[in-house]
């Protein structure tokens, strides 16, 4: 089974920049067949933030675009997201998900536990 952990979340102001890590172990990385960060904030729903799947192609909503960037380290076994120009409603708890079991990625069968992100105006 493949566990997940995150870290690099923290409290920045407006127009800062923070680089998230999520490490893998149980599993490899380059084996899922889609990986990547998703965000919830109190009230809202959870939000895929960036996901790469098993072909190379990355997503990301559209809210992120141009100032997050989402990267593999195959041989460390780790993912990340680097986020430039946090805006306040960047705020959330992020979390690393992927799946090894389904090819289709309906179902995401593993999460880390998350890493808290505060943006400050």
């Known amino acids: 089974q493949v566990k997940l952990m995150e870290s690099g979340g923290g409290s920045v102001q407006s127009g800062g920049s923070l680089r998230l890590s999520c490490g893998a172990s149980?599993?490899?990385?380059?084996?899922?067949?889609?990986i990547g960060w998703f965000r919830q904030s109190p009230g809202k729903k959870r939000e895929g933030v960036a996901v790469t799947d098993s072909g190379g192609t990355i997503e990301y909503a559209d809210s992120v675009k141009g100032r997050f960037t989402i990267s593999l380290d195959n041989a460390k076994n780790f993912l990340y997201l680097q986020m430039n120009s946090l805006k306040p409603e960047d705020s959330a708890m992020y979390h690393c998900a992927g799946s090894w079991s389904d090819s289709e990625c309906n179902n995401l069968d593993a999460w880390g536990q998350g890493t808290l992100v505060t943006v400050s105006s």
């Open positions: 149980g599993g490899d990385i380059a084996s899922s067949h889609c």
